[in-house]
C-alpha cells in the first residue's frame, strides 16, 4: 500500500499555495545564504509583491505572503534577477541546509560553503532530480555547529580536513570521499532513493518500503556498517554539544572578523527588520531555527545595537528564542485558533490561560517557561512551536509541538512524539493536500 497517494504541497516560486491572507511563494536559499544585495532585493520584493513581511522557515528558506495572481509572472521574473532562482525547473528541490558559519566557523573541519555551492548546481544540472519531494533535505555538517540530523534525507558530515561521510536518515552509508567528490555522491544517493520508493510516493528516506537502515545498507554495499549519527563529533565533542540551540550573540569568526546571531520574532521579518539589515551592507545566513546570523563584521557592537532597536535580538536570553508559530487564524483555513498571538503571549510570560494537556514532567518544564521570571543565561528554554491545526506545519527538530484544540485548549506532544494524524511527520496523511 502507498505510504503517499499524492506529491508534497510544498510552494516555490513558480508553484504557489493559496491561503487566506493571499497567495504564498516560497524562495529556497541552500545553506540560509543571501548576499548584501538579495537582502535588498527581498525587501524590495515582500514590499512591491507582499504584505511588506518575510517568514523564515525551518529549512532556512523564505516566504513571501499575500501574493496575487495577476503577479506572479512578474514576481518570478524578479526573483531569478535577484539570482534567488537559478533553475524554474527545480525550483523547489534545492533544499540544502548548512550551518550559518559555515566558511567562518573556527571549529569546522573544512569550509563547507564551495561543497554548497557545488551541490546545489548539481542538483540543478540533474533533469530526473526533479522528481523529489519539495520536502527532501540535505544537510552539510563541516564539523562545527552541528547540523546533520536523522530528520535530512541525506547528510554529508566532515570527518576530517580531506574527507567527507555520507550518511542517509541518520545513517552511516559507510561511503567516504573528498569534498571535491561530495555533489558527485550526492546525485547518486539522491537518485537512489527516487529508484527505492518505487510507487510509495516516499516524500522522504525514513518513509521508504525497507526502512531507512537497508536504503544506507544497500548505498554502502555493507549490511554490517549503517549506525546512528553519533551524539558528539569525531573531534571537538565539548564544542558540538547537540542542545546547544541556535548562535545567538556576538560570535568569533575564523578570519578575526565578527558574526552577530540573533532571534527574529515568530520567524517573521517585518518592514523595519528588513531595513535594519539592509542597513548592515553585508551577508546574512538563516539559521533552521528561524533567526539570522549576520556576518564578516567589524563593528559587531554597533551592528548588534542597531539590529536590537529595530526588534532584532542578539540576546541569548531573549523571551523569542526558541518560539514560533504557523501562520494561524485568519491566515490558514484549517486553523483553529490564532497561535501566533498564543505564541507572543507565551514568549512574553502570559500564557497561563491556555488550558495545556502535558505530561508532569513536561509541565514543569514550561510552567517555568511561562512565568514570566528571567532566566538565568545558562538555561535552556523549552522550544516550543505553536500550531493551528493537527498537521502542524513549519515543526523545528527539537521543539515540543502546541496543536490548538477545537475546545480552545493545546494537547502539546514532546520531540520525537508520534504526532497528530495528518503531520508532516506522519506515514499516513489525511485530508487535502497542505497549502499553509
Known amino acids: 500500500m502507498p505510504i503517499r497517494d499524492r506529491d508534497d504541497a510544498c510552494p516555490g516560486v513558480v508553484d504557489t499555495s493559496p491561503a487566506d491572507d493571499g497567495l504564498i511563494a516560497r524562495v529556497r536559499l541552500p545553506g540560509g545564504r543571501l548576499g548584501p544585495h538579495q537582502v535588498r532585493e527581498l525587501a524590495s520584493l515582500a514590499r512591491r509583491f507582499g504584505t511588506g513581511s518575510v517568514d523564515l522557515t525551518a529549512r532556512a528558506n523564505i516566504q513571501l505572503r499575500g501574493l496575487g495572481e495577476a503577479d506572479l509572472p512578474a514576481f518570478a521574473e524578479a526573483v531569478a534577477a535577484a539570482g ?37 548546481e548539481a542538483v540543478c544540472a540533474a533533469p530526473d532530480l526533479t522528481a523529489l519531494s519539495g520536502r527532501f533535505l540535505i544537510g552539510i555538517d563541516d564539523g562545527g555547529l552541528p547540523i546533520a540530523s536523522a530528520r535530512h534525507d541525506l547528510d554529508l558530515v566532515a570527518r576530517s580536513a580531506n574527507t567527507v561521510a555520507l550518511y542517509a536518515a541518520g545513517h552511516d552509508t559507510g561511503w567516504r570521499f573528498a569534498p571535491a567528490d561530495a555533489a558527485t555522491a550526492i546525485v547518486r544517493a539522491a537518485r537512489a532513493f527516487l529508484t527505492a520508493r518505487a510507487d510509495s510516493g516516499a516524500w522522504h528516506v525514513r518513509e521508504l518500503p525497507h526502512g531507512a537502515v537497508a536504503f544506507a545498507a544497500e548505498l554502502g554495499g555493507d549490511p554490517g556498517r549503517p549506525g546512528p549519527i553519533p551524539a558528539g563529533a569525531v573531534t571537538h565533542p565539548d564544542a558540538r554539544r547537540r542542545d546547544a540551540g541556535p548562535p545567538i550573540g556576538v560570535l568569533r569568526q575564523s578570519d578575526g572578523r565578527y558574526a552577530v ?71 490558514c483555513r484549517r486553523a483553529l485558533a490564532d497561535v501566533r498571538a498564543e505564541a507572543t503571549r507565551h514568549a512574553l510570560g502570559h500564557s497561563r490561560a491556555a488550558a495545556l494537556v502535558l505530561d508532569e514532567d513536561l509541565h514543569e518544564d514550561l510552567d517555568e517557561d511561562l512565568s514570566g521570571d528571567a532566566a538565568p543565561a545558562s538555561h535552556r528554554r523549552v522550544a516550543t512551536h505553536w500550531v493551528g491545526c493537527a498537521r502542524a506545519c513549519g515543526t523545528p527538530a527539537g521543539a515540543t509541538v502546541l496543536v490548538a484544540r477545537e475546545d480552545g485548549g493545546y494537547l502539546a506532544l514532546r520531540p520525537g512524539a508520534a504526532g497528530p494524524p495528518g503531520a508532516e511527520g506522519s506515514t499516513a496523511p489525511t485530508g487535502p493536500p497542505s497549502r499553509t
Not at 85 to 105: C, E, F, K, Y
Open 261 to 331: 546571531g540573533v532571534s527574529v520574532p515568530l520567524g517573521r521579518l517585518t518592514p523595519e527588520h528588513l531595513r535594519a539589515l539592509v542597513t548592515t551592507g553585508t551577508e546574512v545566513r538563516i539559521t533552521g531555527s528561524r533567526g539570522l546570523v549576520v556576518r564578516d563584521l567589524v563593528d559587531p557592537a554597533g551592528v548588534s545595537a542597531g539590529l536590537a532597536a529595530a526588534g532584532l535580538s542578539a540576546d541569548p536570553a531573549s523571551p523569542w528564542r526558541g518560539v514560533s508559530a504557523c501562520s494561524g487564524l485568519g491566515a
Open 84 to 120: 534567488l532562482m537559478p533553475s524554474r525547473s527545480h525550483d523547489r528541490v534545492r533544499n540544502i541546509l548548512a550551518s550559518p558559519l559555515a566558511g567562518r566557523d573556527p571549529r569546522a573541519l573544512l569550509d563547507a560553503d564551495p561543497i554548497l555551492a557545488a551541490v546545489d
